[in-house]
């Protein structure tokens, strides 16, 4: 066997996503001939392995290499990648600064080059603010088409689609969002490691606005593409965005595994950014009155951005408004006013100032909130604005306040099964207790059985305590709660009885694995189960099993 031919192998390997096979022939090669290409090549194999200091000692390995060969240029594109992955790592900004230093040099006699592209879109990624990275993406995406480069300009394009939307450019950011993720699916851009990070930062854009309907469709496209491919996408930063749109739409028990899978890949790869993961969580347990947990999760992380609605929310769910409003006031005034990143926060603003009968507080919160909402023609964001306006006016004695629920839970019609949506219905029903009594417990009860379903305990014992003071004794928090299945979910949790997979699920039942995992959700949400296992056995109490075929 040649030097070559293992090299050929692994590359080949690579092409088709298998890791393991792409290490073993590269390790083969460096047995025969410890050469740049088959380091880099056996460098990437383990970083997709989650191997992350061992991918980091081969690529610098195969930095020096390429340097000592004269091949520059691919020395620079190492070191500009090596930057970032030193955050990533152990958030060593002084070694990203000397790398991106490095990479710099190496191209300064070069001239205009696509790996100049790289260098610029990468650090632009790490050190500069939305308006700027905007400018830097859109030079970079002229270099890349001048060097017939669609993997940089797909990424390109991306970081030029969050950079608008984040600055208030919706139309236009969304466009460019749009864009990179059809190069990305159709098979244009052929490193999977740029499809991974183009997904990654499409979540976040569609997070940062609220977007779900555009999260969701594609979702689909790009696990239609990871099932053709056979490549598992979605690297553990991609799972904590995920996390936090499952947390958003009503999913809280498959957000609660995404982000904990999350936590388990960091812990062994990229350990500097599991924090994100764990303050997502932390987030889930307060929303959740896991209270405790929430703070055991935040502690030590109260300087990070990330732990703001966390903190914020354990502090209202622990009736400390005044500190609740100290930390978000302080994050709001350190964000740009055309951040889109306010709007979440001027939402606990608005709890904030009513906890502490401030209704002028209260107000001007909400308008801030509106205009945001307005400039993101997100539904979420508008439905939030049109909760917060009710409460405002409901504490002010105004009959229109159930006209603002009203049209929330409108805009909630493809939410119907979020947190939103319970809270909608709870502030709809104490508008109506003086009223309409029937009609208050009516949607009270509609708002507990969301809160049960989704497993938020504290605004369950909220709705309970309000059933109470209405004179009508509510199912205790104990009581199993026994909620009709659709003839597919119970075909799925026949299927589930048996131990298989969702990909021989949806083979049984001729539908995506996607369909499957999302009636596994549902399942799981409807009948308060934690696991597969909790499924089979309550599958099998219920009599719902079927012949395994």
């Avoid at 000692?57 to 000592?68: E, N, S, V």
């Avoid at 620079?76 to 930057?83: E, G, I, M, Q, T």
């Avoid at 919706?170 to 740029?194: H, K, N, P, R, W």
């Avoid at 930062?201 to 940062?208: A, G």
Wanted: proline fraction near 3%; charged fraction near 20%; aromatic fraction near 6%.
């Amino acid at each position: 066997m040649t030097t070559l031919s293992p090299i050929r192998t692994g590359f080949a390997a690579l092409e088709r996503a298998d890791w393991p096979a792409a290490k073993q022939a590269f390790q083969l090669a460096l047995n025969a001939e410890a050469t740049p290409e088959a380091h880099d090549g056996l460098g990437l194999a383990l970083w997709w392995l989650n191997d992350i200091g061992a991918a980091h000692y081969q690529r610098t390995q195969a930095f020096i290499g390429y340097q000592q060969a004269g091949n520059l240029r691919r020395a620079a594109w190492l070191a500009a990648w090596l930057a970032r992955e030193q955050v990533f790592l152990q958030a060593n900004v002084s070694a990203m600064n000397g790398w991106f230093a490095r990479a710099e040099r190496l191209l300064g006699d070069i001239g205009s080059c696509a790996e100049r592209g790289w260098l610029d879109l990468y650090r632009g990624s790490m050190t500069a603010p939305p308006a700027v990275l905007q400018q830097i993406a859109q030079q970079v995406m002229e270099v890349a088409r001048m060097y017939g480069d669609a993997n940089l300009e797909a990424l390109a394009l991306a970081n030029a689609g969050l950079a608008a939307v984040a600055t208030g450019s919706l139309s236009q950011g969304l466009s460019c969002i749009d864009e990179a993720m059809t190069m990305a699916t159709s098979g244009e851009v052929q490193d999977y490691f740029v499809v991974c990070e183009i997904f990654c930062v499409t979540l976040s854009t569609c997070e940062l606005i609220g977007d779900w309907v555009r999260t969701d469709q594609w979702c689909t496209v790009a696990s239609a593409y990871a099932t053709r491919h056979n490549s598992p996408f979605l690297s553990a930063y991609c799972r904590t965005t995920y996390g936090g749109v499952l947390m958003v739409t009503g999913r809280w028990q498959d957000a609660e595994r995404v982000l904990q899978e999350a936590i388990s890949i960091f812990d062994n790869g990229h350990q500097a950014l599991r924090v994100h993961a764990v303050l997502k969580l932390a987030d889930l347990r307060a929303s959740q009155g896991r209270l405790e947990e929430a703070e055991v999760l935040l502690a030590g992380y109260e300087d990070y951005g990330g732990a703001v609605l966390p903190r914020a929310r354990l502090h209202l769910a622990r009736a400390e408004p005044e500190l609740a409003r100290s930390v978000l006031e302080q994050a709001i005034q350190s964000l740009p006013e055309s951040s889109l990143y306010r709007a979440p926060l001027q939402r606990l603003l608005v709890d904030s100032y009513l906890m502490l009968d401030n209704i002028e507080g209260a107000q001007r919160a909400y308008e801030a909130l509106l205009s945001q909402a307005q400039t993101a023609k997100s539904s979420v964001l508008l439905a939030e604005a049109d909760l917060a306006l009710g409460q405002i006016k409901r504490v002010r004695g105004d009959s229109a306040a159930g006209e603002c629920f009203t049209q929330a839970l409108e805009r909630l019609h493809d939410l119907e099964q979020s947190v939103l949506a319970g809270r909608t219905k709870l502030e709809m029903a104490r508008t109506l207790l003086a009223t309409d009594p029937p009609g208050a417990i009516t949607w009270a009860r509609a708002a507990l059985a969301c809160f049960t379903r989704l497993g938020a305990s504290r605004d369950a014992d909220v709705t309970r305590q309000f059933l109470r003071d209405a004179g009508v004794t509510p199912p205790s928090a104990g009581n199993v709660q026994h909620i009709a299945l659709t003839k597919r979910e119970a075909e799925v949790l026949a299927l589930l009885a048996h131990g298989i997979t969702n990909r021989e699920i949806a083979t049984r039942l001729v539908i995506s694995e996607k369909t499957a995992e999302h009636h596994i959700g549902q399942i799981f949400a409807k009948l308060g189960l934690r696991s597969r296992a909790e499924a089979a056995a309550y599958a099998v109490k219920q009599g719902l099993t079927e012949p395994e075929r």
